[in-house]
Nanobody
């Protein structure tokens, strides 16, 4: 089945940088949209950034100017470059995709989620 796997999280000092990666695997016909969400302990999950198949991007105001989302359609991957990190950026970051499978059993477009990767910004 279709799976999303995140990588690149870790511990970084304030002002530092991290680059998150998310790779979609399985039988995929198309990826219509990919996005990054984050959730801090006790908080609701929030949208950080999204990108369409045509590379139209949306970035949350809280990270605008610091984070950049990009995708590689050939690799079925999406990336989040995070610069000038702040302690309030600490959260579990989740990859999300709106994907049409190309399997024998399913060709219906639906939402998929990765397992999440921890980002901690601390001195």
């Amino acid at each position: 089945q279709v799976q999303l796997v995140e990588s690149g999280g870790g511990l970084v000092q304030p002002g530092g940088s991290l680059r998150l990666s998310c790779a979609a695997s399985g039988s995929i016909a198309s990826i219509n949209q990919m996005a990054w969400y984050r959730q801090a302990p006790g908080n609701q999950r929030e949208l950080v950034a999204s990108i369409t198949s045509g590379s139209s991007r949306n970035v949350a105001d809280s990270v605008k100017g610091r984070f950049t989302i990009s995708r590689d359609n050939a690799k079925n991957s999406v990336y989040l470059q995070m610069n000038s990190l702040k302690p309030e950026d600490t959260a579990v970051y989740y990859c999300h995709g709106i994907i049409t499978p190309a399997s024998f059993f399913s060709q219906t477009t639906r939402s998929y989620w990765g397992q999440g990767t921890q980002v901690t910004v601390s001195s």
